[in-house]
Every structure is written in C-alpha cells, then in structure tokens.
C-alpha cells in the first residue's frame, strides 16, 4: 500500500520527535537510576522499537503504518534518553586531561555509524537493515554491565564508599584518588540543589551561565546548516550542474566528516574547545556563503558557471564538513559533557540533546518552505550567517575547560564578575 508525502513526513519525524521527548525526559531519569543504569535500561526498549521496525518493513509500512510510526518514535525516544546519559556518564569518568577527546568519541562513533548504515542501505534490503541496526544496542548494552556506574551519581546519592571504589577503578591501582574525590564533593555541595532550590538557584551564575552556554553551542551544531547539507546533499549536487559523479561528491564530503572526526579527538585537549569553535564557524561561513555565491551566479550565467566554477560546490562543501566535524560537530557533546556538575549536569545534557532534537524537527519541516520561499542560494546564505553568529558567541561568550577538573570548571562561575569574565563567559 503506497503511503502519501505526509504519512511518509511523519514517519520521518516521529525519530527527532522521540529523541526531544526523551532528552527532555533523560535528566530527571539519569538522576534518579543513574548514568550506568539508564544506559542499560535503554537496551530492551531500543531492541522493541527496531523490531517493530523489522515487522512493519517485511510486509510494508503501508500495511502496518501505526506500527512503524510507534517503533520510530519509540528508537528516536531511547536515542534521545541514551544520548544524555552517554555524554554525562563520558564526561563524569574520564580524567581531566583526556576528557575532551573521550567526549569527541561520541560524535566520530556516530558518524561512523551513519557511514556503515549508508554503505549498508546500498546493498540491503530494509528489514535487514533495521535488524542489524539492533546489534549495536545489545552489545553496547553487554559491555556496559561491566562498567562501574559514575562517581559522581553515587556520590549525589550518598554513597560515598562505592564512589571512591568506582573513581580508584577508573584511575587505577596506585592513583592518589583523594584530591579529585574532594574536589568532586565541593563541587556538589555547590550545585546541591533539592527540589525547592532548583528554580532560584537558576538564578546564579555559577549555574545560568555554563547552561546558556551549552545550549547556545547546541542551538548553534544545527544552525550552522549540518543539518541541510546533510539532508539535501543529493539535490544540492544535482542542481549545481556540476556533471560530477553524484556518489563521488557524496562520499568525498562523507569522508571529511569522518577524518574530522578523527582529528578532534588528537587536537580537542591540545588545542582548547574554544579555538576549535572559532576554527570551526571562521572556516564554515566562508564556504557556506561561496557556495549561495556559486548558484547565485549559476542563475545569471549558467554556462560561465558551470564551465568555469563547477569545482567550487564539492570543494566548498567538503571543506565546510571537515570544519564542521573538528569544531561544532565534536565540541557540542565535550562541553555537553563537562561544563555543570550533579543534578545540573543532567538538566543540561537532557536540554541540549532537546534542542539538537527539536532543531532536527524544525529543519525536516521548514527546509522545503526556505527552498521554495528564498532559493538554494538564499538558503547557504542564511546558514552562512549564522555560522558568522556562531563565529562572534564562539570568541567572546564561551569558556575555555581543557585540561580543568570539575570543581575548577564549575568555580569558574561563582562569582558573576570574577573568575568568570576573565575567560570570557557570559
């Protein structure tokens, strides 16, 4: 049975409307079962909502349309709750000095994984598809059962013993663990919020400031166009007239994505997350903004264009996803992962995972609109300004966190006209 443009729109969208749901959702749940134990309460949910994915598919998605729309809201739902607590449960273990590219990880594993599933799609038949899609789930569920859960859950829950067990597992044998499990108790006490505090102590600076901050960096991982270039890469190649090879443009901008990936987890606790995002936006306004350059000329000299700039939208766009990848791609989930502490950190993670999952959505509904309304060209000129935005809140707004443990990042902003205003927060 055929299904219609908009039945097929929503089965689409149900993933983004799943994953904002469940960021929203994933903070309070974190802190209720824990980092650990949500990542492994996540497994059988996710399995479900693939299978109904391989039920619907064997027999057709018009045949069992409600069916499919469920088990899509149902994966985006548990990637939306896992995708939080991943990044907390990353940024909580890991020792300072190698946090940043632990974090990173993230982003490279799931490019990785989008790269395999589109090999994979090539060759293989939906259902089939799906099912292998499962397998990472269950195995990643396997592994964690291993894991010690955070030290820092357990010591929110008061559990300091097996915290200092968890954090001595971690670091090793011999690490002189005291100092870091002090400064780890200091900084709960300083976000030790209980129900009543929650809201006036959104007040303060030492907790609005690290959660705007996070928020706007992933307001601004899908306001610089990833999104866009992504989902309308096909029709991008195709309009530009440019006679390249359709799959070798895809592939070679897919590739950029993945080397990137790869050089923000050497250069993340090197080179700083905030010279990474200036990086980042100064290299992506200028290629987004080159290519509405090109099919702006394309519409008044197609045949100048084509003969003489056809290198320009292949080169642009690959350089534009390598710089997308070394700085917002990869830095969004390390300050996700780093920048508050405690129950804050779980409101933060939740909330941005939200943003990213909401601003996914919006991109799905609108960008059909914005290519009718202002055209191809009009549309990487707008995305190339705000990556100009992203460039301005990136040099002066975001706060440098290479290298710092978690109480000297979060006493960072206790005082409103301190610390904090030295590395330039809000």
């Given at each position: 049975?055929p299904?219609?443009?908009?039945?097929?729109?929503?089965?689409?969208?149900?993933?983004?409307?799943?994953?904002?749901?469940?960021?929203?959702?994933?903070?309070?749940?974190?802190?209720?079962?824990?980092?650990?134990?949500?990542?492994?309460?996540?497994?059988v949910?996710?399995?479900?909502?693939?299978?109904?994915?391989?039920t619907?598919?064997?027999?057709?998605l018009?045949?069992?349309?409600a069916?499919?729309?469920?088990?899509?809201?149902?994966t985006?739902?548990?990637v939306?709750?896992?995708?939080?607590?991943?990044?907390?449960?990353?940024?909580?273990?890991?020792?300072?000095?190698v946090?940043?590219?632990?974090?990173?990880?993230?982003?490279?594993?799931?490019n990785?994984?989008?790269?395999?599933?589109?090999?994979?799609?090539?060759?293989?038949?939906?259902?089939?598809?799906?099912?292998?899609?499962?397998?990472p789930g269950?195995?990643?569920?396997?592994?964690?059962?291993?894991?010690?859960?955070?030290?820092?859950?357990?010591?929110?829950?008061n559990?300091?013993?097996?915290?200092?067990?968890?954090?001595?597992?971690?670091?090793?044998?011999?690490?002189?663990?005291?100092?870091?499990l002090?400064?780890?108790?200091?900084?709960?006490e300083?976000?030790?919020?209980?129900?009543?505090?929650?809201?006036?102590?959104l007040k303060?600076?030492?907790?609005?400031?690290?959660?705007?901050?996070v928020?706007?960096v992933?307001?601004?991982?899908?306001?610089?166009?990833?999104?866009?270039?992504?989902?309308?890469?096909?029709?991008?190649?195709?309009e530009?007239?440019?006679?390249?090879?359709?799959?070798l443009?895809?592939?070679?901008?897919?590739?950029?994505?993945?080397?990137?990936?790869?050089?923000?987890?050497?250069?993340?606790?090197?080179?700083?997350?905030?010279?990474?995002?200036?990086?980042?936006?100064?290299?992506?306004?200028?290629c987004?903004?080159?290519v509405?350059?090109y099919?702006?000329?394309?519409?008044?000299?197609?045949?100048?264009?084509?003969?003489?700039?056809?290198w320009?939208?292949?080169?642009?766009?690959?350089?534009?996803?390598?710089?997308?990848?070394?700085?917002?791609g990869?830095?969004?989930?390390?300050?996700?992962?780093?920048?508050?502490?405690?129950?804050?950190?779980?409101?933060?993670?939740?909330?941005?995972?939200?943003?990213?999952?909401?601003?996914?959505?919006l991109?799905?509904?609108?960008?059909?609109?914005?290519?009718?309304?202002i055209?191809?060209?009009?549309?990487?000129?707008?995305?190339?300004?705000?990556?100009?935005?992203?460039?301005?809140?990136?040099?002066?707004?975001?706060?440098?966190?290479?290298?710092?443990?978690?109480?000297?990042?979060?006493?960072?902003f206790?005082?409103?006209h301190?610390?904090?205003?030295?590395?330039?927060?809000?």
């Amino acid at each position: 049975m055929p299904l219609s443009q908009w039945q097929v729109s929503v089965y689409v969208a149900m993933l983004s409307v799943g994953g904002l749901l469940g960021g929203l959702a994933s903070g309070p749940i974190m802190n209720t079962a824990g980092r650990r134990g949500v990542l492994l309460a996540t497994c059988v949910p996710s399995l479900l909502g693939w299978l109904m994915t391989v039920t619907t598919t064997a027999t057709g998605l018009g045949y069992n349309y409600a069916m499919a729309v469920a088990g899509r809201f149902l994966t985006g739902l548990v990637v939306g709750v896992a995708n939080a607590a991943a990044v907390t449960y990353v940024g909580e273990v890991a020792f300072c000095d190698v946090r940043g590219a632990m974090s990173s990880f993230y982003e490279l594993m799931l490019n990785v994984g989008i790269f395999l599933a589109i090999m994979a799609g090539g060759w293989t038949p939906l259902r089939y598809l799906a099912l292998m899609c499962a397998c990472p789930g269950v195995v990643g569920a396997l592994l964690t059962f291993f894991c010690h859960e955070s030290p820092v859950f357990l010591l929110m829950k008061n559990r300091e013993r097996e915290a200092r067990a968890a954090l001595q597992h971690f670091r090793g044998p011999h690490f002189n663990i005291d100092e870091e499990l002090k400064g780890i108790k200091s900084s709960l006490e300083k976000n030790s919020t209980g129900k009543k505090r929650m809201m006036s102590d959104l007040k303060k600076p030492r907790v609005y400031k690290p959660l705007m901050i996070v928020l706007l960096v992933a307001l601004f991982y899908k306001l610089t166009g990833c999104e866009m270039v992504q989902s309308y890469i096909d029709i991008m190649f195709e309009e530009s007239l440019t006679g390249l090879s359709l799959n070798l443009s895809r592939n070679l901008v897919v590739a950029a994505v993945l080397v990137s990936g790869v050089a923000v987890t050497v250069m993340v606790d090197k080179v700083g997350r905030k010279t990474l995002l200036v990086i980042s936006a100064a290299i992506m306004a200028p290629c987004l903004g080159s290519v509405g350059v090109y099919f702006y000329l394309l519409h008044l000299d197609l045949c100048y264009t084509t003969t003489t700039l056809w290198w320009l939208p292949i080169t642009t766009l690959t350089i534009y996803m390598f710089a997308f990848g070394l700085g917002f791609g990869g830095i969004t989930f390390v300050l996700m992962s780093e920048m508050m502490c405690g129950e804050y950190q779980g409101l933060a993670s939740g909330l941005s995972v939200s943003v990213l999952w909401g601003l996914s959505f919006l991109t799905l509904l609108t960008n059909h609109a914005l290519l009718a309304a202002i055209g191809m060209h009009g549309v990487y000129f707008l995305y190339s300004t705000f990556c100009v935005l992203a460039l301005i809140f990136s040099a002066t707004l975001v706060v440098e966190t290479k290298g710092r443990t978690m109480h000297e990042i979060t006493s960072l902003f206790d005082d409103e006209h301190g610390t904090a205003s030295q590395y330039g927060a809000l």
